[in-house]
Every structure is written in C-alpha cells, then in structure tokens.
C-alpha cells in the first residue's frame, strides 16, 4: 500500500508510525510519502522512518491508495482547492478539529472518496519528534457525514481507523462542532486561562512550586500550540462562544453561592459534577 | 513509634501505609491507632492494615509520639479544643487544605508542638479503600508558621515527611491560603463548572463519548467530594473569589479577542500560557 502524509506533525507522524507497525507486523508492504512546507519537519520525519520518501510536488501523491490531511484546520481549508485532480480511486481522510468548514468546502470532483474526520486524542506536544504510535490506539475518532461517501472508499477508511485500534462514531458535521466545542475547545481555552491566572501572579514561581496533580492535569494543555488552536478557535467561533458562557454561567452559580453562604445549594451543585464519575 | 490517625481516608490511610512500609523495610516497630467517626472507615481501615487497633476514646491518642489530623478543614477546627490534653512530648501535624483559620485556633498548650501541614497531593478518591502508599513519594509538603514550633517537634515532622519522600517548603499561613487558591482552590472550582457545563447538555452522554485526554484530565477533580470541598471553599472564601475573577478575567479576554477577531492579541495570549511550560 502507497499512502501520503501531508503534514508531518505529533498528528501525521503519529499515524504513519501506528500503520507502518501493523504492516510489519504481518509483513506487508507500506510506503509512506511525506509532504509538508516545514523543511526540518521532511528531514526528522525522514530520520524517524516516519516517511520513506518526501515530495515537494502535491502531485505526487495525486494516485496513491490512501492521502491523510493532518495539517491546522485553516490549513485543510486553503489545500482543499488543490486537491481536484486526486484520483477518485483515492481514498482522502481529513484529521481537522472543526469539521463544518471542511465538508462544506470539500470540492465534489473529491467528495465520495474524503472521509471527513477527527480522531479524539492529541497531546501539548507537537512536531514529528512528539509523534507517538500509540497515540490513536482505543481512541474515538469521529466520522462526519459519512453518507456522502462512496461506500468502498468509507469502507476502506474504517479499516485503517480499526486497523490502529480506533473506536469509530458517526456524527453529523455540524452536531460534531457543537460537541467538540464543549468537550476539546472549550476545555482548552480554560487551561490556557487558568494558566494566565497563575502566570499574572507577582511570583508564578513561588505559586507553581505547589502544583500537585490537580493543576498539573489542568494546566497540560494550556501548553498547546498557538497556531493550532487559534486556527480552531477561528472556526467554531459561534460553538465555542456559546460553551464559553454556558461554561461561566456555571462559575458564577458557584460565586454566588460562596459568598451568599448557600452550602446546601453548592453542594446540589457540585453532586452534579460529581456525576460525571458515573458515565466518564 | 507509636501515632494515631485522626482521620482514616485518603489522606490518613496513605500517611499510614506509607509510613508503615518505611519502617517494615528497616525492621522497626510501628504502631498505628486509629480514630474516625465513621464505623465502616474503621472496619475497612483494620482489614487494609492501616491501623493496628482503633480507639473511640481520643484521649487514647494524647501519649503517642504523633498524632496526625486527616480530616476536613472544618471537623479539624472542631476538634481543636478537644487537643488541649496532649501530652507536650507528642508532634501534631494537621494536614489540612487552608491554614490561617486553622493556626489562629491551635490552643496555645500545644502551639509549640502543633506543625501546621499542606502536603500538595491528592486524588479524587475518597476513604480507606483509596488510600495509596506512594501517595506522598516526590511530592511537596508546605509548613506554615513553623516559627512558632518547637525545634525539637519541628525538626521529628520534618524527619517523617522526609522519610516518606515529601519535598519541604516553608510559608506563612495567610500566603499559603492565597497561593493554594490559585493553585488548587479555584481549579477545582473550574473543573466543577467545566463538568456542569457538559452535564447539563441535552445528551451529556454523547458529548462525554467524544471525551479525549484534554477533557478527561480536565474534569478528573470534578468527582472529589463535595463535603471535603465545601469545608476549603468555606475557610478560604475570600482568596477563592478572588482566585476565580482573576482566572474569569483571562476567559473574558479571550472571549473579547474571539469576538473581535483579534487573532495577533491572541495569539501573545496564548504564548504567555504557553510559557508555564517553562516552570512546570
């Protein structure tokens, strides 16, 4: 099997190395064409047997069995255009974080064979050397508005998705931003506050050397790089300011009840959030 | 050594197991009595070997070598006046959340040999059967007002934090209580809030299904206990309010940069986030 990589990230990286073991594993043949505009990101990924081959010609990947976009969403969004004159024997899979956007300008030369999707995992790190075989394994990942898709080619994507152990759902794009919104970019934009919190302090130093597991946790992600994130936040702009509000609407329930001295309320109120114990 | 747990939860039940295993490796003598309101915790404490015996008579613990308080903030303040009777001879280390309310309630009979404690660990389990012994290994223990101890007294605590792999830092209480605020205070109250946010979703269990690493550690504390919780939300009031609109602040900055589109604002936004990185 001949695949591409554009974009040789924590992300691309990661799933050439996941797929490239299963292929060894029952040896078989895998050859991976790595494709991205950061020169030292082609050497490492090169070095890390990430990608056997680099191109600087997109085309080159125009009649491979299989090209994965793992490049920030904005990103996806410019590429798209470019993508016309990929084979309809293709399969075309997209690993974007917002997914409205991406269906709707996918163009319809390529629709039946882009699988739109976006695994649940990731981590602060980025880059190939951050790349991780296991990253995917027992993951969700999301396929959204499958029932535009050529039934061999969706067909094909969920075998490699089973393939590197994925977990597979089915979404609507739009019910996909929505969701995402509350359980990744949301969440994210309150670390990376959280973080500003501690580093407005007159001596984060002294503040941080108390951080047990609980800030730890909390503050992981607040790591996340910038270019990323602001280009998710660009588009779930709408779903994410609405997760924002609804995310304060809870905080200032809390305020009020601490200095109201309502314990009995704020005990309801945290009983609640205790309940996710029971689903998460 | 003989010492008695007031307290046999999380907290009290690591001490002890932790404690327990440092002397069984140097084949040294300790015994371990315990005292707690709740009768399963004592049942459950004996079987887990915890505790060698367990007391309903507090005065029962007022001649051992230490005494240490593992119970909520606020049944630590109740009991203080009850302490009076300890013999001058016992350490009393309190490992409670807050410390300003607590050390300006110490009686001043056993001021000198009461070390006031916040080691900076924890999970969001809770009783006998979550106690770990490796739960205080590499962590941060913070002394406050150690000035007012006796060296002798100080010195053994100091001795037996170090002994189960505790870091020591040292602080006055009120800076403490201001400090853990920002540090472990307020994100709990954040991840409370970031749970509620996604329980009360017309389907919570289908945003949750999507649920990545971020998410997960994120609401990882959202399921400790409201009791213990309510108790530091109480005794630190003042430094919490204040802790969650300097956090509310930075989302509301976000939010404007959102709203506005003002990407580059955000991006330096981000990067200070980011810079946590560097210290933690």
Sequence with gaps: ????????????????????????????????????????????????????KITDDIQDLFNLDLIVLTIPVNAILKILPELKGISTDTTIIDFGSTKEKIVNAIPKEIRANFVASHPMTGTEKFGPKAA??????????????????????????????????????????????????????????????LSNAVMNQENPKAVLALAGGGFKDMSRIAKSSPNMWIDIFKQNKDNLLTATKHFKDELNMLEEYIENDEWESLKSWIEKANKLHEIL
């Design 1 to 52: 099997m001949k695949i591409g990589i554009i974009g040789l990230g924590l992300m691309g990286g990661s799933f050439a190395l996941a797929l490239k073991k299963r292929f060894k594993d029952r040896d078989e043949k895998l050859d991976v064409i790595g494709y991205d505009h950061n020169d030292q990101h082609c050497l490492e990924a090169l070095e890390l047997k990430i990608a056997d």
């Design 132 to 193: 991780d075989r296991k990253l995917y394994r027992g993951k969700v990942v999301v396929i959204c508005n499958s029932e535009d898709n050529d039934k061999e080619h969706l067909k094909f994507a969920k075998d490699i998705f089973r393939d590197i152990g994925m977990k597979i759902f089915y979404m609507d794009a739009k019910e996909h931003d929505k969701h995402a919104a509350y359980i990744s970019h949301m969440p994210h934009a309150v670390s990376y506050a």
